[in-house]
C-alpha cells in the first residue's frame, strides 16, 4: 500500500502547485496594491492581434480650424436660431392679435360719408354713427368768433375752439352728453349751443362745457374731409 | 480664413447683453427680409390675378 500512498501523496502536492498558480496571477490583476510591483503585468487573456490595446489615431477628427473660428461659429448659430425663433414668435403673437381687430369691411361699414353741400350755414344735422348721434353745424362767421373770443381759462375743461375743429365752419362732435349720456338738443341753452334736457348741462357754439353738471366737452370723433364738401366720419 | 474672427466674437458674443441685442436686431432683420421675400414669392405665384395687376384696365374708364 506504500506505494499507492505515495503515489497519491505527490498528486496531491501537484495539483495544489498548478491550482495556486492561477489564483497567485488572478490576485496581480486584482486591485489590490500588495502585489503591485514593478514586476507584475497585466497578460491578456486574448491571443492574437491586439488591436484594442492601442489609443486610436484621433488626430483627423481634431478641429483643423483655430478654436475662435468654431466657437463663433457655434455661437452663431445658436444666435441665429434665436433670432428666427424671435422672429416667429413676434409674427405668431402679431398675427393672432390682428385677427382680433376689426377687419377691412368692418372697418369701411363703420364710416359715414356726408355731404356738406346740403347743410346751409347756421344749421345743425344730426346723423348717425356707429350707434350714437353726431353733430354737425355749419357755423356762421359770428359764431366762430364766438367761439374764439371765450376766456380758455375760466372754462371747466379748456380747450381752445382751434383744438376742436378742423375747418373752422365745420364743427363736428358727439351728441352724448360729457354727463351721464343723454342727447343734447342744439340751438338751446344759456351759450347758444347745446342744451342737456337730463341734469341741465350747457354747452357753446364749440361744444365745451359751460354750465351744469357735465365734466367734460363734448367729444370730437375722428373725422377727415377727403374732398370740398365731403366730410367722413370714422 | 481672413475674416478676423476673435474681435468678431469679442464684440457680437462675449457678453449676454450684446448677444441677446445681436439676436433681436437680426430677427428684427430677418423678418423684414422674408416678409419681402415672401410677398414677392406670393405676387409671382398670383401674378395677373391680384387687383393691383388688373387695376390698370378698370381705373382709366372710370376717369
Known sequence: ?234 | MAVPVRPIYDFLFRKNYSMLGVVFVSAFAFEMFYDTTMNKVWDNINRGRQWKDIRHKYAQEEE
Open chain 1, 1 to 234: 500500500m506504500a506505494p499507492l500512498a505515495t503515489a497519491s501523496r505527490t498528486l496531491v502536492a501537484r495539483t495544489s502547485s498548478t491550482l495556486l498558480r492561477p489564483a497567485v496571477s488572478a490576485r496581480a490583476i486584482s486591485t489590490s496594491p500588495a502585489l503591485r510591483d514593478a514586476s507584475s503585468t497585466f497578460e491578456n487573456p486574448f491571443k492574437g492581434e491586439r488591436k484594442s490595446e492601442k489609443v486610436p489615431d484621433f488626430s483627423k477628427y481634431m478641429a483643423r480650424n483655430p478654436s475662435s473660428v468654431n466657437q463663433v461659429f457655434s455661437y452663431f448659430m445658436v444666435g441665429a436660431m434665436g433670432a428666427i425663433s424671435a422672429a416667429g414668435a413676434k409674427s405668431t403673437i402679431q398675427e393672432f392679435l390682428k385677427n382680433m381687430s376689426a377687419s377691412a369691411d368692418v372697418l369701411a361699414m363703420a364710416k359715414v360719408e356726408v355731404d356738406l353741400s346740403s347743410i346751409p350755414e347756421g344749421k345743425n344735422v344730426i346723423i348717425k354713427w356707429r350707434g350714437k348721434p353726431v353733430f354737425i353745424r355749419h357755423r356762421t362767421a359770428a359764431e366762430i368768433e364766438e367761439a374764439n373770443k371765450v376766456n380758455i381759462q375760466s372754462l371747466r375743461d379748456p380747450q381752445a375752439d382751434s383744438d376742436r375743429v378742423k375747418k373752422p365752419e365745420w364743427l363736428v362732435m358727439l351728441g352724448v352728453c360729457t354727463h351721464l349720456g343723454c342727447v343734447p338738443i342744439g340751438e338751446a341753452g344759456d351759450f347758444g349751443g347745446w342744451f342737456c334736457p337730463c341734469h341741465g348741462s350747457h354747452y357753446d357754439i364749440s361744444g365745451r362745457i359751460r354750465k351744469g353738471p357735465a365734466p367734460l366737452n363734448l367729444e370730437i370723433p375722428a373725422y377727415d374731409f377727403p374732398e370740398e364738401n365731403k366730410l367722413v366720419i370714422g
